[in-house]
C-alpha cells in the first residue's frame, strides 16, 4: 500500500534562509511522487513532479526536490525563501500497482518571516 | 480555458440530512476525483472515476457514494451527515494514460454539518 509522510506540521524560516521541507514515501512498485502548494482559501495547486532519472526536480516558483531512492525521500528545497511562499505543502505519490490513486501527505505549513 | 470548477462553494446541513456536491472537471479530462481535507488531517482520497466508472475508492463508509455523467462532470453524495462530516470537498481531474500526470484542483466544497 502507498503512504506519505511529512514529519514536520511546520516549517519557519527567515525570508532569503534556504528552505526545506521534508517527505519520505512508501510503494510496492516505482514512485511517481508530486509536490503540491495550497494557498490560504484555494485549491491545491501543482508545484513539481519526479521523474525517472532525474533526481533533482525543477518546479514552480524557484522550488526544487530531490529524490534519494535508498531513503524513500523527496524533500522540497528552495535557495532563498519569501514571504510569499508561506502556504501549505503537500507532498504526494502514486505508484505503478495502485492504479491512479494519489494519496497525500498531512501537509508542512510553512511560515517565512521578513 | 476554464479550471476545475465546484458548487457549492459552503454548504450547511443538519445531522441525518444528505448532501450533494458538484464538480466539472477541465475540457478533455476523462478522470475525477474527490478528497476530504478535513482539520489538521490533510486531503484523504475519497472516489476516483474514469469515463464514467468508479475506478478506486478510499477507506470511507458506502454512505460517501458518487457518479461520473457523460460529459465527465461528477456529484459526490453523502447521506446521513454526521458531525465529523464537516471538512473541504476537494475534486481534482486529470488526463488519463500516464500515472505521472498532475491533478488540477477546484477551490473546493466547504461542508459544514450542525
Given amino acids: 500500500a502507498q503512504s506519505v509522510a511529512q514529519p514536520e506540521d511546520q516549517v519557519n524560516v527567515a525570508e532569503g534562509n534556504p528552505l526545506t521541507v521534508k517527505c519520505t514515501y512508501s510503494v510496492s512498485g516505482n514512485p511517481y511522487l508530486f509536490w503540491y502548494v495550497q494557498y490560504p482559501n484555494r485549491g491545491l495547486q501543482f508545484l513539481l513532479k519526479y521523474i525517472t532519472g532525474d533526481n533533482l526536480v525543477k518546479g514552480s516558483y524557484g522550488f526544487e526536490a530531490e529524490f534519494n531512492k535508498s531513503q524513500t525521500s523527496f524533500h522540497l528545497k528552495k535557495p532563498s525563501a519569501l514571504v510569499s511562499d508561506s502556504a501549505l505543502y503537500f507532498c504526494a505519490v502514486r505508484d505503478d500497482t495502485g492504479g491512479f490513486k494519489t494519496i497525500f501527505g498531512a501537509g508542512t505549513r510553512l511560515f517565512v518571516k521578513a | ?114
Avoid: M
Avoid at chain 2, 32 to 48: S, T
Avoid at chain 2, 53 to 59: A, H, M, P, Q, Y
Fill in chain 2, 1 to 114: 480555458e476554464a479550471g476545475v470548477t465546484q458548487s457549492p462553494t459552503h454548504l450547511i446541513k443538519t445531522r441525518g440530512q444528505q448532501a450533494t456536491l458538484r464538480c466539472s472537471p477541465i475540457s478533455g479530462h476523462t478522470s475525477v476525483y474527490w478528497y476530504q481535507q478535513a482539520l489538521g488531517l490533510g486531503l484523504q482520497f475519497l472516489l476516483w472515476y474514469d469515463e464514467g466508472e468508479e475506478r478506486n475508492r478510499g477507506n470511507f463508509p458506502p454512505r460517501f457514494s458518487g457518479r461520473q455523467f457523460p460529459n465527465y462532470s461528477s456529484e459526490l453524495n453523502v447521506n446521513a451527515l454526521e458531525l465529523e462530516d464537516s471538512a473541504l470537498y476537494l475534486c481534482a481531474s486529470s488526463l488519463q494514460g500516464k500515472r505521472n500526470e498532475k491533478l488540477f484542483f477546484g477551490s473546493g466544497t466547504q461542508l459544514s454539518v450542525l
